[in-house]
C-alpha cells in the first residue's frame, strides 16, 4: 500500500475572497500562498457554511452544515462557553482512528467547557486559544468587556495548561508552533493531521513594524489588513519550507481556506471612531461578515497534493467547506459513510475534473436563509449589514452572470423563486429539528 498523505489545513479568520493575490488583488502580494494554489487547484466558487466563524469552524471540521453539528453562533469566550461535542466527531478524530497523529496550532472557538476542547475532540495536541478574538501580545480577551460585568481573560493553552508568553505576536507564535509539530511529527512512520487556524486578519489590528513598513503608502485601514495578512503568508511560507525539508511535501495534502468574509465592524479601527471598516475585500461580492450575500460565505479555497492533484487547476464547481471531512478521509484511506455527513467526497473535482456532487448547498444565520442550485442562488431575509433590517425578503440571483448579486430576478423568474424557497425553508426546518431534538438544551449564551 502506497504511504497515506499527511494533511495540513490551513484557515484565516476574517479574510475577504478578494484579498489574495491569486485571487485578483493587486495592492499587495501573497507569493506563498500564491505558490500552494500554483501547485494545486483554486476555486472561484468555493464556501463557508457560515458568514461567521464558530459555525464556520464546526462545519469544516465535522462535515455538517453548521446546525446539524451543534454550533449555529458566534459561541462565548468565558470558561464555561459550550461548543462542540463528539456528538458531531471531527475529522481529526476519524484519521486518528486510522492511526494518524494529530494536532492543532491557533484559534479554536468552539467551546472552552471541557467536553467542547481541542483534546477532547480528536486532537492529540493543542497550542492557542479558545475564545473568538486575543490581544495579539497580550494574549487576553477583551472582547467581552463591553457589557460591564465581564472581565478580560487570559487565553493561552498548551493541551490542558494555561501558559504566558507575554510580548510575542501571535500569528508568528502559531507559526513557529506549526513548524515544530510538523518537524516532530515528521520523524514517526505514522501519517499526521495539521490544523493551522491563524486569527489574522480578525482584530484586533496588529501588526510589527517590520511588516506594516512593507506597506508605507496604502491607507490606514488597507495598510494593517496587508500587513496581518503578509504576517500570515510568511508563515505559509516557512510551514511550506519545513515539509519540504523534511521530505514530506509529495506526500502531504494542504488545503487553504478563509472562515467567513472580511468584518466591517467598526472594532477594527481601535480608535473610537464608528465608521465601518472597508479594510478587507470580498472581491466584488456583495456582503460581508453576517451577510449570506456572497460576499460573506465565499472563499477562497485552495488544495494541493503533487503528483495527485493536478497543478495549475482553477476550478469553477461550487463546493465548499464541509467537503473538506470526507475527502481527506477518503485519501486516508477510510470509509465516509460511517459518519453522518452533509458534506461530500470531492477528490473527482480535484483529480479528474467531475462535477460538483451537490444538487444545493444551503446557509443559515439567524433569520436568514439561503440555498445555491446550479448557477441560481436565493436568499430570504438577506441582511448587508448585521443588526440591520433585510435588503430583501427574497433575493434571486444568477451568479454566473451577476456574481455581485446586484440583480433581484424574483420577479422575472416565479416558478424558480417558488422552487428555491422551498427547497430552502425544507432545508431549515430540518435544521431546527435536529438542534431542538440533540444540541438546543446544550447551547449556551454567546454574550
Not at 12 to 28: E, P
Not at 375 to 385: E, H, M, P, R
Not at 432 to 440: G, L, V
Request: hydrophobic letters at 35%; a negative charge.
Amino acid at each position: 500500500m502506497s504511504r497515506r498523505p499527511n494533511f495540513i489545513i490551513f484557515l484565516t479568520d476574517d479574510q475577504g475572497y478578494g484579498d489574495l493575490s491569486c485571487m485578483g488583488n493587486t495592492d499587495f502580494l501573497t507569493p506563498h500562498i500564491d505558490e500552494v494554489a500554483s501547485t494545486g487547484a483554486r476555486f472561484t466558487n468555493w464556501y463557508s457554511g457560515s458568514p461567521v466563524c464558530s459555525p464556520s469552524r464546526a462545519s469544516l471540521l465535522t462535515g455538517r452544515y453548521p446546525g446539524n453539528a451543534g454550533v449555529r453562533a458566534i459561541l462565548a469566550g468565558h470558561r464555561k462557553a459550550t461548543g462542540l461535542t463528539n456528538e458531531a466527531p471531527t475529522i481529526a478524530s476519524a484519521v486518528k482512528e486510522l492511526g494518524y497523529r494529530t494536532a492543532v496550532v491557533g484559534k479554536w472557538h468552539l467551546g472552552l467547557q471541557e467536553q467542547s476542547r481541542p483534546n477532547q475532540n480528536g486532537f492529540d495536541y493543542f497550542y492557542g486559544f479558545m475564545a473568538g478574538c486575543i490581544d495579539y501580545y497580550s494574549h487576553i480577551f477583551y472582547w467581552s468587556m463591553a457589557d460591564g460585568k465581564t472581565d478580560p481573560t487570559h487565553d493561552l493553552w498548551e493541551n490542558g495548561r494555561e501558559f504566558y508568553d507575554n510580548g510575542k505576536y501571535f500569528t508568528e507564535m502559531v507559526t513557529d508552533k506549526a513548524v515544530e509539530r510538523i518537524r516532530e511529527m515528521s520523524r514517526s512512520e505514522e501519517p499526521f493531521l495539521l490544523y493551522v487556524a491563524y486569527n489574522a486578519p480578525h482584530y484586533p489590528m496588529h501588526a510589527p513594524r517590520k511588516y506594516l513598513d512593507r506597506f508605507p503608502d496604502l491607507p490606514q485601514d488597507r495598510r494593517i489588513m496587508a500587513a496581518m495578512l503578509s504576517a500570515v503568508d510568511d508563515g505559509v511560507g516557512q510551514i511550506m519550507d519545513e515539509v519540504k525539508r523534511q521530505g514530506i511535501l509529495n506526500d502531504t495534502v494542504v488545503f487553504f481556506q478563509s472562515d467567513n468574509g472580511p468584518s466591517r465592524e467598526s472594532r477594527n479601527w481601535m480608535d473610537g471612531r464608528g465608521d465601518p471598516y472597508y479594510g478587507g475585500r470580498p472581491g466584488g461580492l456583495k456582503g460581508h461578515k453576517f451577510s449570506l450575500f456572497e460576499g460573506g460565505i465565499r472563499v477562497p479555497g485552495i488544495f494541493s497534493w503533487p503528483g495527485h492533484i493536478p497543478a495549475g487547476q482553477v476550478i469553477d464547481e461550487p463546493c465548499a467547506a464541509m467537503d473538506v471531512f470526507p475527502t481527506l478521509l477518503t485519501m486516508a484511506g477510510g470509509d465516509p459513510s460511517r459518519y453522518a455527513l452533509d458534506g461530500s467526497d470531492i477528490s473527482g473535482v480535484l483529480m479528474h475534473q467531475e462535477k460538483t456532487p451537490h444538487d444545493a448547498l444551503y446557509w443559515e444565520m439567524e433569520q436568514q436563509t439561503a440555498i445555491r442550485q446550479g448557477d441560481y442562488k436565493l436568499v430570504l431575509n438577506g441582511q448587508l449589514v448585521e443588526s440591520e433590517p433585510p435588503q430583501d425578503p427574497v433575493f434571486l440571483s444568477n451568479l454566473r452572470e451577476d456574481p455581485g448579486e446586484t440583480r433581484n430576478l424574483a420577479a422575472q423568474y416565479p416558478a424558480l423563486t417558488e422552487e428555491l424557497t422551498q427547497k430552502a425553508l425544507t432545508w431549515r426546518a430540518g435544521i431546527e429539528k435536529t438542534w431542538d431534538e440533540k444540541f438546543a438544551a446544550n447551547y449556551r449564551s454567546t454574550t
